[in-house]
């Protein structure tokens, strides 16, 4: 097969030899050394720009699995709360009005947190870097809102929900709605 251009960004792709890792992908080779396979190789995305939409839109935003074990906690502990309420900025995912609490689960990856989850792609990375420092901005921005309006926040990571230290994550929760 011939080379051919990609659509997005103009480059000349190659496919790769039988005799490599990825062999049969359309890439994007470095043009001095195109006759070797080096590590220099871009992988260009295989997916339809459909298939890969209706990928993205499966990630949920509520009822998350970490959002549902912190509501299966707090319910079994015999805390009621109201969900997403939209008149609040950020829509906390539990809101207990009568404590004036609310409480949010971030993802680490979507919110940068700083464990292993939280990494950021190398690939189309200021894209990323940007999107995902804009999540931050604006989830501490939301959170300066909260607490301007006399609400008290607390953030549950999902990685303290997967994390094998349940007890301790259910002791940080119930310190924070009963105090």
Request: with cysteine; net charge positive; charged share 25%.
């Amino acid at each position: 097969m011939s080379p051919r251009q990609d659509r997005i960004t103009g480059a000349t792709l190659s496919l790769i030899p039988n005799s490599f890792p990825l062999a049969g992908q359309w890439a994007v080779l470095n043009a001095r050394q195109e006759h070797r396979f080096l590590a220099a190789v871009q992988v260009i995305d295989q997916m339809s720009p459909d298939r890969r939409s209706a990928l993205m839109s499966r990630i949920r935003a509520t009822n998350t699995q970490p959002e549902m074990a912190v509501r299966r906690m707090l319910h079994g502990l015999g805390y009621r709360y109201i969900l997403h309420v939209k008149r609040l900025p950020g829509r906390p995912d539990l809101v207990f009005p009568s404590r004036h609490k609310v409480i949010f689960i971030y993802g680490c990856f979507w919110h940068g947190h700083s464990c292993g989850r939280g990494f950021r792609p190398k690939t189309n990375g200021t894209f990323w870097a940007e999107k995902l420092d804009r999540n931050k901005e604006r989830d501490e921005e939301q959170i300066r809102e909260l607490k301007g309006l006399g609400w008290q926040v607390l953030t549950v990571w999902e990685c303290e929900v997967r994390g094998y230290e349940m007890s301790r994550l259910e002791q940080r929760l119930v310190g924070f709605l009963d105090t």
